[in-house]
């Protein structure tokens, strides 16, 4: 019984490590930049040219965007989507003239 229950340990440590190797491939991902142009809603997400909403991560170039709502911008940065919201976090920005 003993040696039953240890095998099982064991196999179930195995099984949570491969789990969790997946995952944390999945969410460490190499990102590459996007360029994105549009503006801050009052809901201080991003909407860009197309329509599409972006929340935006908190950082402290978000916080100045934020800032600024309705002036037209472009975002450098990644995007992250989970769950069906998408996600960006912004590097660098411009405001661009009305």
Do not use: H, W
């Given at each position: 019984?003993?040696?039953?229950?240890?095998?099982?340990?064991?196999?179930?440590?195995?099984?949570?490590?491969?789990?969790?190797?997946?995952?944390?491939?999945?969410?460490?991902?190499?990102?590459?930049?996007?360029?994105?142009?549009?503006?801050?809603?009052?809901?201080?997400?991003?909407?860009?040219?197309?329509g599409q909403a972006?929340?935006?991560?908190?950082?402290?170039?978000?916080?100045?965007?934020?800032?600024?709502?309705?002036?037209?911008?472009?975002?450098?940065?990644?995007?992250?989507?989970?769950?069906?919201?998408?996600?960006?976090?912004?590097?660098?920005?411009?405001?661009?003239?009305?």
């Amino acid at each position: 019984m003993k040696k039953v229950t240890t095998i099982a340990l064991v196999v179930l440590m195995v099984a949570v490590s491969l789990v969790g190797t997946a995952c944390a491939a999945e969410t460490q991902s190499p990102q590459e930049d996007v360029i994105l142009k549009g503006s801050v809603d009052a809901n201080n997400r991003f909407i860009d040219e197309s329509g599409q909403a972006y929340e935006m991560a908190v950082n402290d170039q978000a916080a100045k965007i934020m800032d600024q709502p309705g002036q037209k911008i472009e975002i450098k940065g990644t995007v992250m989507e989970k769950e069906g919201v998408k996600t960006v976090v912004v590097k660098e920005f411009i405001a661009l003239p009305e």
